[in-house]
Nanobody, 119 residues
Framework: QVQLVESGGGLVQAGGSLTLSCVAS????????MAWYRQAPGKQRDLVAA???????DYSDSVKGRFTISRDNAKNTVYLQMNSLKPEDTAVYYC?????????????WGQGTQVTVSS
């Protein structure tokens, strides 16, 4: 079982920056992927950015060039550096991790952290 704990959310003005952190703990060897999703009120939860264990990264088009995901495997931590924030970035941000054991895949979610961008 993997536990994910996010931190770093808050209130920021448009154009500002925030960095989210997510620490993974529990009995795992390695996590295939770690990612950030977000969910605004009344909307579905969407992928923001993901980083694989081999370092490959993927971003949603809406955050490319503004957000950077990074991963520290030694600390079992994934970060999301968010720059040039816009009011439409306001959402609850969730950390996600996928563990793969043989052919089995296990998904884990954090509790979420609120990011609010004021105009």
């Amino acid at each position: 079982q993997v536990q994910l704990v996010e931190s770093g959310g808050g209130l920021v003005q448009a154009g500002g920056s925030l960095t989210l952190s997510c620490v993974a703990s529990g009995g795992f060897v390695t996590l295939h992927s770690m990612a950030w999703y977000r969910q605004a009120p009344g909307k579905q939860r969407d992928l923001v950015a993901a980083v694989l264990n081999d370092g490959n990264k993927d971003y949603s088009d809406s955050v490319k060039g503004r957000f950077t995901i990074s991963r520290d495997n030694a600390k079992n931590t994934v970060y999301l550096q968010m720059n040039s924030l816009k009011p439409e970035d306001t959402a609850v941000y969730y950390c996600h991790a996928e563990e793969r054991l043989d052919i089995m895949k296990y998904d884990y979610w954090g509790q979420g952290t609120q990011v609010t961008v004021s105009s």
